[in-house]
């Protein structure tokens, strides 16, 4: 049973059918003759249906190879184009945190126990000195599920003439975004958290962002160039063609939240509460045990989950996020994540539960 769709979705059928009609296209899409230029097309129809489905313009969507370009070509290519310092929120994806500490002028961003932004601290950090500023933060955290009120912080940071990027990446499985609506400078996303191929990632800017290229050609406006990722760039054109967030539900998280609450003892949410997460969203601290060994154990159970801490070479290392929002330390290292597609059966769930329960006595048992 997999419950790890914060990490990664399976491919969607429509997309590998898609996929697979395209593999015999292997000409270079930047070709002047005919195969070259029916190559191109299909990215130009990607780029459209990408564009449309955030309501961009097509011309401000740059294809990259992932998330993690989209924001270091942001961040990198903004701070090296123009003198000034980043604001950013503490608990955002290491490929922003690790971007960030190269950085000269930078500062983070007050974040309150669920993960939220402090707006009297973002107002603060705006007006505390007269050099430019570029404010990144996330739509919703993918580890602990706070969604932050992106358009209040849009709002503030445009008050204080600052630019604003946001990681759509955790999110934008579960809420549709509208580029203008927002009137937000900049904006990214994966494809592999829509049924797409990993490898691929959008940045949308407006036109009068200008950034300094992080990979010099002539490709993708010249910012992220390379012979273009046929394969990928169509993949996720077409998983987006079709998106149906009115499927989105947390009813499957709901039933396991329920379950936890009332069946396992000493039992702790960690995030904003049930109703103001993400919808697919759940972690939970068990008191007593350790999220590694509860995730090994349900592996067993062939229960795919993730774990809020990361064990590198031997070393436990704490998640950023958990320690940002001041999680206690007798629990940052107890908890699990579990991402729900919102299509589990009852029978999955009681599955999931039952386990769930099983695995928690026996750790507990165990570290007594």
């Not at 600052?162 to 400078?185: E, F, H, R, W």
């Not at 702790?268 to 509460?273: A, D, E, V, Y």
């Amino acid at each position: 049973m997999y419950l790890d769709y914060a990490a990664t979705t399976p491919l969607l059928p429509q997309v590998k059918d898609y996929m697979v009609s395209l593999l015999d296209t292997y000409q270079n899409p930047s070709s002047m003759y005919q195969s070259g230029v029916e190559a191109k097309k299909i990215i130009t129809t990607a780029r459209n249906n990408v564009a449309k489905f955030i309501n961009a313009d097509s011309k401000d969507i740059i294809f990259t190879s992932g998330g993690s370009a989209n924001n270091t070509l942001f961040i990198k290519g903004y701070t090296n184009k123009h003198h000034c310092m980043v604001l950013y929120s503490p608990t955002s994806h290491k490929s922003v945190l690790k971007c960030v500490e190269s950085l000269k002028y930078k500062c983070p961003l007050k974040v309150d126990y669920t993960g939220k932004i402090d707006f009297q601290d973002l107002k603060e950090c705006l007006s505390m000195n007269p050099m430019k500023k570029l404010v990144v933060i996330e739509y919703a955290n993918s580890e602990i599920g706070t969604i932050q009120d992106i358009q209040q912080v849009i709002n503030i940071c445009h008050f204080y003439n600052a630019i604003v990027y946001v990681d759509c990446t955790g999110s934008i499985s579960q809420i549709p975004v509208d580029v203008k609506k927002l009137n937000v400078d900049g904006l990214g996303f994966s494809a592999h958290k829509l049924g797409a191929l990993k490898g691929t990632g959008v940045l949308y800017k407006k036109s009068s962002i200008e950034l300094e290229p992080l990979i010099y050609g002539s490709q993708e406006h010249g910012l992220f160039s390379g012979t273009e990722n046929l394969i990928g760039i169509a993949a996720l054109g077409k998983a987006v063609e079709n998106y149906n967030y009115s499927s989105v539900t947390s009813d499957s998280r709901d039933y396991v939240y329920d379950f936890i609450i009332n069946n396992i003892e000493d039992s702790h949410i960690i995030g904003t509460n049930i109703k103001d997460r993400l919808p697919h969203n759940l972690y939970v601290c068990f008191e007593g045990i350790e999220g590694e060994s509860l995730m090994i154990l349900l592996d067993m159970a062939d229960i795919q989950v993730s774990t809020g801490s990361a064990c590198t070479s031997g070393d436990l290392t704490p998640s950023s996020t958990l320690t940002a929002i001041g999680v206690d330390e007798k629990l940052i290292h107890n908890g699990i994540r579990m991402t729900f597609s919102g299509y589990e059966t009852n029978d999955e769930l009681d599955y999931l539960c039952s386990n769930l329960q099983r695995c928690v006595e026996i750790l507990r048992q165990l570290n007594k």
